[in-house]
């Protein structure tokens, strides 16, 4: 049979087992602190990565509500999901016109890209050109123009609205900052510009030396804590939770999922859960706890793709279908896992209803 002929609707999806709940007071509220903490300059926010994975379609628009007015992505694909909610002039590209087809994309949306090269200014000019930004690398030896190149002519004749620069150790008392920060002033002396910008989340906690015009937060709004000036301010953004979808008894002596890497010792309840390591939960997580309200849930055995299991000694309420918290305080957690807050925001899977 041709499936393409069926005209048969799908049926409405189930619930999902997953879920991540927003708050998006705290997202406000973290936008609105970081907007105070760079006192006469207005914070922007990063939204690449879907906003750092916790879907931008639900960010964008409670950040714009916030106040924010300048919108950060890193690929051309990441566009159309902040367009929906922004006007096309607040949207930058980080990547940047890298081929041809990206500035006509930029030019016929009316979206701006972020300038980094010779070749890629070059490139701008030649597909029309416009307003821009420019981002000028002072240090991090990333995305961004030489310090050598910013004489060049092709510079010269860019229309540029932001220009910016990145910090490479904004999260640590480095004299790479200051180092960074004097550059920055030296390229702000020669490239004339409508605004200039340099400071990420830990470069507001720098200070207002560090913030110019315009600030670029991403981890803060979404509660990750890079300095620990942040931390008293910055509130969870966050909350994932996986549903149980079975409650076994064990015996003493039956071993728990792949290579039965945990053994129980004595009769006990079970709850597998539908939370893996496809869903951005990885190995590195355990030793470790899911939690229900007060109770801790410790992780028996190994992680697998689509399930954990958990001991349900201390909450022995728990049925089928209960949801489970998974612990998401992005510092604690961090410092638990090795894995960096960013990792765990961005690899929150795509199972998790949003
Ligand atoms: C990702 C990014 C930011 C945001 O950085 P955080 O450390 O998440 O605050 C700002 N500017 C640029 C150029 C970035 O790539």
Same mark, same amino acid.
């Given at each position: ?42 914070? #922007? ?11 931008? #379609? ?51 949306? !009316? ?106 937060? !991403?981890?803060?709004?979404?509660? !990750?804590?890079?300095? #620990? ?126």
């Amino acid at each position: 049979m041709d499936r393409r002929k069926t005209s048969k609707p799908m049926p409405e999806l189930p619930p999902p087992s997953l879920r991540l709940r927003l708050d998006d007071g705290a997202l406000a509220a973290n936008w609105r602190a970081l907007d105070a903490m760079s006192g006469a300059a207005h914070a #922007g926010a990063a939204v690449k990565a879907d906003a750092y994975g916790l879907g931008a #379609g639900k960010v964008v628009p409670v950040l714009r509500d916030a106040g924010a007015r300048d919108f950060f992505v890193a690929h051309w694909s990441e566009v159309p999901d902040v367009l929906r909610h922004v006007d096309p002039a607040q949207v930058a590209v980080l990547h940047g016109p890298v081929r041809a087809e990206d500035a006509a994309y930029a030019r016929s949306v !009316g979206v701006r890209p972020v300038i980094n090269s010779i070749a890629q200014a070059k490139r701008w000019t030649e597909a029309g050109g416009g307003p821009c930004h420019l981002m000028v690398d002072t240090g991090i030896n990333r995305l961004g123009l030489s310090l050598a190149d910013i004489g060049d002519p092709a510079i010269a004749a860019l229309d540029v609205d932001l220009l910016i620069s990145h910090l490479a150790s904004a999260d640590e008392d480095s004299p790479l900052n200051a180092r960074q920060l004097a550059r920055f002033r030296t390229v702000c002396a020669e490239i004339p510009a409508q605004r200039r910008s340099l400071a990420n989340s830990a470069g507001i906690a720098l200070g207002p030396d560090f913030a110019f015009d315009l600030t670029r937060p !991403g981890i803060a709004l979404y509660g !990750g804590v890079p300095r #620990g000036e942040l931390a008293s301010t910055i509130r969870q953004v966050a909350y994932p939770q996986a549903a149980v979808i079975q409650v076994r008894e064990l015996a003493a002596g039956d071993g728990v999922g792949y290579n039965a890497a945990f053994t129980a010792a004595e009769a006990m309840r079970a709850g597998v859960v539908s939370l893996g390591y496809a869903d951005g939960f990885l190995r590195c997580r355990g030793p470790g706890v899911l939690r229900r309200g007060e109770a801790r849930l410790p992780l028996l055995g190994k992680v697998s793709m689509d399930m954990v299991v958990v001991d349900l000694g201390t909450a022995p309420e728990v049925r089928e279908g209960d949801w489970l918290d998974v612990p998401f305080e992005l510092p604690t957690q961090a410092e638990a896992s090795g894995l960096s807050q960013y990792e765990l925001l961005t690899t929150l899977g795509r199972r998790f209803r949003r």
